[in-house]
């Protein structure tokens, strides 16, 4: 077991109706508010209303910029950071999900620097100067950037789609209102489910001796309130308990939490960013293609992965704890598809979303950064590559 | 499901040797610290002396204030805010256990105001005004005082044992090093055990509809953290994957993240609290006594919780989940009896302890403050006055 440092100062208001305490929340940055967003379907749910009442009661001068993609690309990111800096922003309110929250933030980072913010990514990567605070307002249970210091930004002029974590990059405060995710669709829903459970199956299978047990049964926890939940969204829109358990789920699957004594060595993140780094698919479609692939091919590449695997199956999917390991550990991952192909109806394959095989070897290369992954069981780009194949 | 406000702003640096990070963590409040410790017990292990140096090396002036006792007085507390006001302390180091942690909370808070510390706890509760920051080096798992902003306070003049929780008091830095809590005896770690466990259980227990899924199955899985890691620290007190899972359970049992949601309504520490102002004995020794009791009174006085006790038997004792609830939720309380008086070798009642009936009914009436408590099941002072009798 490692040394680890838990430090997550994100303030977070759960439940409906908390926006009372925006102004208060964002007052003690200053009056100067830049307004991040997406497509506008905040607009369309009424949420740009209630919290523009809420700003200008405040008294709060508010510059906007919205049209935030998914998969936000670094253009977003130079435009905001800018705006910041000839506006003489305060503070950054983000309303959204994954996307316009972690554009956001590097933004926030890009305003307090003079070169371009892409130079954040590329290496040699440049370090921070400091970052705006910021703010969020989420309407998606996804990537749980509304409570860590990560944000993941596309380049699409070279293919490119980065991840950085950095402390300052924590928001301040986060409002987590289960009711502004009642109009995701099913579609998106499932997707976003896909991501959480990833989150911590990146952290769950793990080389390291001695893993912290408390931890190990806390993320069993966390994904079994996944598979509880996400399919009574999908269901229900609008079942309040089935949004508030995936949405603070979502927090705590990637806050840094879970990762306490461990070296974090993803494996299907690095793989799904290429993916949707050259295909623009959502993110969290592309870990669920990946996911049961990759488990198969870590218990052929290193049997003694499946114990692990089988503790997976046990635990989270109630396989009968009797089983021999291979045969549990098997019907743990038959158990997770059935889950997100059947019980979240997602695609279950690249082929039926018209990707073929054109590009497998560049962006094995490209996930493995031209080296050997080291991940739980490591991967060259020929293993990266094969798990590709696999997912035709 | 209630709104929350999720909101814990301390820094932890957990594992070996972190304390090269005490003097970055104090100087940001100044030179002037106050050292505050128990017993001793820490110049026996050598942990004094690493702290000192660490201090000598940091510049800063040392004051101190040794003999904190177990349920501490107030009178330590009014002895440690006059030196902080005497000497212009600029932050608290606490090192030891919760007794140690929550006397300094109340001396950072006392050290703020010109009245009598107690009278933060007398009816009429006189409002803080401000607190000292707080750093501490936790060498007792048990109360979570090193991640709250709690503390517990006796008056033995009046046989008070109070506790007030306030968001300022929480500590800024805290150490948690597993290694200190090797030389913690066996029954000091069993009491600490039954302690981090009965945090857990109050939160448990309550009769909220809609509470969190996902709180409630990581709450079983800290129940169960505790409950196999216990026995090892009392077999192996330096099993270090013992300790750092039993220390950081202790932590995360009651720092507000498992209440998540819910309105707090506990049962067994009130109860206890006039059990240890009476007679002194352990926090955590009366509160294993008294838990066994207090759920065989719930299943009698309220059948309908019968469920929940069969829901902790089958989830936190592998209790065969095929059972009738009634016969499953009494195998979780022999069960739960077993680890506490068996496994961690606590005494199980109040007369092996030379504690009689002479003053149940007046603890029971404090323990009510004179009215029904509201908790799981509503207690009146009778019913309160029943389990202390089914301890005898």
Redesign the interface.
Known sequence: ?????????T????????LCHLAESLSVYGKRVLLTYGGGSIKKVGLYDTVMKELNAGGFQVFELSGIEPNPRIDSVRKGAQLCKDENIDVILAVGGGSTLDASKWMAAGACVDHDPWDFFQSPRKPLNGALPLVTILTLSATGSEMDGGGVISNPETNDKMGRMEDILYPRVSFLDPCNTFTVSPYQTACGAADILSHIIEEYFNAEE?N????D??M???M??VV??APIALAQPDN??AR??LM??SS?AINGFIK??KTTAWSCHPMEHQLSAYYDITHGLGLAILTPRWMKHCMKALPETTQKFAEFAVNVFDVDKNLPAAEAALAGVAALEKFLFEDLKLTSNLTDLNIGREHFADMAQKAVEGGTMKAYVALSSDDVADIYEACL
């Open positions: 077991m490692k040394n680890f440092v838990y430090n997550i100062p303030k977070v208001y759960f439940g409906k109706d908390q001695g912290l047990f408390m931890i049964s806390i069993e926890a966390l079994k309130t509880k939940y309040y308990e508030a358990n603070w789920a705590w306490a004594g």
